[in-house]
């Protein structure tokens, strides 16, 4: 059974910095592509970014680009997000994704979110 578990997020400061984790299990964690997407308050679904499996190819939301960071450690079996200059723009539950196949279709199963808050 597939398991995705956040962790990394909390309170921070505009300007600020968190790095996100997603340990990821029941699977063979290095032949998928995942994902960060991100849900504020009132908001639909936002795709924040994406790395492919052996982390050559990294891809971003232009909300996020030059600020965020995506990388992965396969043989830990986990992703991370590594967020700088936090705007309160950022608030969001953080949601990492498993892509539902090997040949990259899209996503796949979800991890139960962590909050990520940016305030003064």
């Known amino acids: 059974q597939v398991h995705l578990v956040e962790s990394g997020g909390g309170l921070v400061q505009p300007g600020g910095s968190l790095r996100l984790s997603c340990a990821g299990s029941g699977f063979t964690f290095r032949y998928y592509w995942m994902y960060w997407v991100r849900q504020a308050p009132g908001k639909g679904l936002e795709w924040v970014s994406g790395?492919?499996?052996?982390?050559?190819?990294?891809a971003y939301a232009d909300s996020v680009k030059g600020r965020f960071t995506i990388s992965r450690d396969n043989a830990k079996n986990t992703v991370f997000l590594q967020m700088n200059s936090l705007k309160s723009g950022d608030t969001a539950v953080y949601y990492c994704i498993k892509d539902a196949s090997t040949l990259k279709v899209g996503f796949g199963s979800w991890g139960q979110g962590t909050q990520v808050t940016v305030s003064s």
């Open positions: 790395i492919n499996t052996a982390s050559g190819t990294l």
